[in-house]
């Protein structure tokens, strides 16, 4: 690919991809990394039979896989400098409704993010998002109702406050509901550190 | 919040011009393509790395042609399913003795089940030669590949404390990634078929043979984030005189049907505090106390696991029947996971993998039951 036709193609998607990544990686170096990663691809030919109107699609197929691998990998599950760094990266933003946003839409896990951003952001169907993500139509329909769900209770509650009312009964009660899930989960995980009892043979 | 407010939120997420035209420029740089006048001042510096690749190439071809061998040997396995795809924990461990390199490429587990895909690759003739030999269902010819048979894949994978627990529950090689140097093998264990599957599986310990040693060991971390679904059974749920049925746990890797048993089992502590359990059930009425369980789902496909595991009575780690974290259950009726080798019928599918949001229903014993999910 010339130079020419790169820096049109970089200059279009660079932002998208980042974003893509960094929802994805939730760290700026990582999602850089990655962003090079993928562009790296495009200039050594990966997409040169890729026509333009699938160019934006395969470049995010391309960007997810990367980072979901690395998402996976022993050393990125391993590490942790990251991990706390994304909730004060927007703090001093100068839309404080905004920064809470982000930090709730970042702190849903991937498979709610990625496509509620490519839903909402990027005007795709659950259709197409379920091809670029390798799920079912319906799966990422169940995926944006629960992201729905979740980004909508939280945010009311950091806005409104307590809240009150019958409103404000309705969002205590899925609220508890998702603590107890927490709960759950927690102790879920305790028990799979706590398991040391051996138990007398039957 | 409305959609407006979402995206500018994701407005947010950008770096600035100057990061985007470093990144821009590195990644010219790094393929060779910078332009402009900085192209002569990196001409020098790509001249010297490249005569040092080619001399670097030179001493490496070996490694570099192994290299890419296996860069095309294993695509992945487990992590083809959509279903399980972001679950599945990929390049866990690998080792090598200079003649076999064995990596742990896979790690898929919902806390009851676990598999691991292992491989292995040729680093010289003498690890072609081994790999050649190899053969997962041939036990009485261990020595020929160096190892005996209590050290090979079929018992190499167990849990810890493994003095306990089951070892691997079955094991098979992965035909499509043989070659002359190459090889993948399946392995699945239980986290503990003989206590009732109580605890969650954490760690198993991982022993496999390479060329000229019976086994090595090494100590795997095979906890899990898969989702569980756990749903109570609405239909009869007597379904047999000895039991009847109560709920099922679904994950994208297993299933298990719990219920209540009818004088099958007794459990007893003796004076040690050391308990036991017996089956009340006569010879002649085996089979009838064997579940037969089948799951619908909502592409009208069916699938058997009646070649599933009936366990005893749910107990603590004292002994006592243990209900209360069994939603009232006092047995396991029936546990699988989804494998092909469970697959009876010639109407049924073949899977290895069922999305339990997916299922429709389970037939237990002949009885048709719906799912309500449990919180």
Known sequence: MNTDKFEMIYSKYYGMLYRICFLYMK??????????????????????????????????????????????????KNRNEYDESYKNRFENTAVPEQSEIMEEVLSLEWKYRVPVYLYYYE????????????????????????ARTLLRLSLENEWKGDGGGKEGHGREKIINESNRHNEKKNKERKDYYGQTTIKPGI | MDRQQLNQAFEM??????????????????????????KIKHKSAWTKMALTAAALLVLLVPQTIFADEIKDFFTGFLSRDENVEEYVRQNVY???????????????????YTRVIISYEALDDEGRDWIKKFDINDYSHSDDIGVTDTGFPYTALSLTPSTLTSNSRGSRELKEFRTDSTLAVILEINADRVFNLTNNLTRADLSYPMTHEISRITSLDISANMDVHEYKLIGDTNVNKYYDVSYVRLTNLSIIVYGNQKNMWTCEKNKNGWYTQESLVPEEDYDLCRAKVTIHTKDGNSYNCSGGWQGGILTDDEGNVDTKNHRGADTTIMSASYSEDMVLGDDLKTTFVINPEDVTGITVNGNYFTLEELN
């Open chain 1, 27 to 76: 760290n700026t170096p990582d999602a850089l990394d990655i962003v090079q990663d993928v562009f790296l691809k495009v200039l050594g030919g990966k997409a040169a039979d890729v026509s333009d109107e699938k160019l934006k699609a395969w470049l995010i197929v391309t960007a997810s896989n990367l980072c979901k691998s690395r998402l996976r990998s022993w050393w990125f």
């Open chain 1, 123 to 146: 005007g795709y169907t659950t259709s197409e998002i379920g091809r670029m993500l390798k799920a079912s139509p319906s799966t990422i329909q169940t995926r944006l109702a629960k």
């Open chain 2, 13 to 38: 997420i950008s770096t600035d011009e100057s990061c985007m035209e470093n990144i821009y420029n590195e990644i010219l740089e790094k393929h060779g393509k910078r332009k402009g006048p900085s």
């Open chain 2, 94 to 112: 690998e080792d090598t003795d200079g003649h076999l390199r064995m990596a742990v490429r896979e790690v898929l587990s919902d806390q009851k």
